[in-house]
Every structure is written in structure tokens, then in C-alpha cells.
């Protein structure tokens, strides 16, 4: 079992910044991909950004040049940087990692979420 802590959500106004965080713990022996994901009201969860166990990034194009992925390996956290908000940018950020286990056992892990929310 794997476990994601979310937090740095909030109210912002447009323009504004803030910093996610998603911590992961129990049975971990590595961590592979890490990502964010968004969902909107009514709408389904897209993939804002996502960070291998390399360093390689991708993002969402809304999002290219505002918003920064990054992780910290000993920490089992991965950040998401947010600049320059939006008010689209509105919806519950969700974490996802994929994990295996010291057994070889490997899956895809998703935390409860935050939400974020930015006026204009």
C-alpha cells in the first residue's frame, strides 16, 4: 500500500502563484513516474504535468512556461510550481505515482486531491 499527502492548495487570484506538494509513503522500493492531474467541474481529470524518475518533464500546453514539475528523490515528494495563474487553472489538483514495491510488486497510486481555485 502507497500513500499520497497533497497540500499547498488554495485561493489566489489570477496572476498569483502558489506551490503544490504530494508526499508518498509505505511500501516503496522506487519511485518511477510522478505527476499532477486536473479535474474541473464536469469535466475529466487531464494531465497538467509529469516527471520521470530521470528528470524528464512534460506538461499540458495551458500550462508550458507557468507551471514548473519537479521532485525530491530522498523526500518521496513531488512539487508542482505554479505562476502566473489562471482562472481556467480553477479545478482539484490530484498527485499520481507509480511506485513498485522491494517485492517487484509495481502500480499506480492517486491522492485524494486539492483544490485550488483562482478568482479573477
Known amino acids: 500500500q502507497v500513500y499520497l499527502v497533497e497540500s499547498g492548495g488554495g485561493l489566489v487570484q489570477a496572476g498569483g502563484s502558489l506551490r503544490l506538494s504530494c508526499v508518498a509513503s509505505?511500501?516503496?522500493?522506487?519511485?518511477?513516474?510522478m505527476g499532477w492531474y486536473r479535474q474541473a467541474p464536469g469535466k475529466q481529470r487531464n494531465l497538467v504535468a509529469r516527471?520521470?524518475?530521470?528528470?524528464?518533464?512534460n506538461y499540458a500546453d495551458s500550462v508550458k512556461g507557468r507551471f514548473t514539475i519537479s521532485r525530491d528523490n530522498a523526500k518521496n515528494t513531488v512539487y508542482l510550481h505554479m505562476n502566473s495563474l489562471k482562472p481556467e487553472d480553477t479545478g482539484v489538483y490530484v498527485c499520481?505515482?507509480?511506485?513498485?514495491?522491494?517485492?517487484?510488486?509495481?502500480?499506480?497510486?492517486w491522492g485524494q486531491g486539492t483544490q485550488v481555485t483562482v478568482s479573477s
Open positions: 516527471i520521470t524518475s530521470g528528470g524528464s518533464t
Open positions: 499520481n505515482v507509480d511506485t513498485c514495491s522491494a517485492s517487484g510488486g509495481c502500480g499506480a497510486w
Open positions: 509505505g511500501s516503496i522500493f522506487s519511485i518511477n513516474r
